[in-house]
């Protein structure tokens, strides 16, 4: 199994950011995808969930609004489309298939001015 994130970066507060998750080694459209986000300091937490086909999603209250998740089955990726950032949207990003314990290396995502 591999879950390979890419698209953080450093960027203004204010601006946007697209995090991809490409995976593989496993059936990657039976399953819920999550992003999950931690912080220095902090517990890892669920930022937000995608439904197997994509029809449907949920969001911490933190991120509703400004970010969005998004999957494509034939590509084994999912998204997450993040605007408005924050400083305190800063964390290592990670995608996450729900009922597993598959991870991957994360990416860094920072807003500073």
């Known amino acids: 199994v591999q879950l390979v994130e890419s698209g953080g970066g450093l960027v203004q507060p204010g601006g946007s950011l697209r995090l991809s998750c490409a995976a593989s080694?496993?059936?990657?459209?039976?399953?819920?995808m999550s992003w999950y986000r931690q912080a220095p300091g902090k517990e890892r937490e669920l930022v937000a969930i995608?439904?197997?086909?994509?029809?449907?999603?949920n969001y911490a209250d933190s991120v509703k609004g400004r970010f969005t998740i998004s999957r494509d089955n034939a590509k084994d990726t999912v998204y997450l489309q993040m605007n408005s950032l924050k400083p305190e949207d800063t964390a290592v990003y990670y995608c996450?298939?729900?009922?597993?314990?598959?991870w991957g290396q994360g990416t860094q995502v920072t807003v500073s001015s």
């Open positions: 995608i439904s197997t086909a994509g029809r449907s999603d």
């Open positions: 080694g496993f059936t990657f459209s039976r399953y819920l």
């Open positions: 996450h298939p729900s009922a597993t314990d598959y």
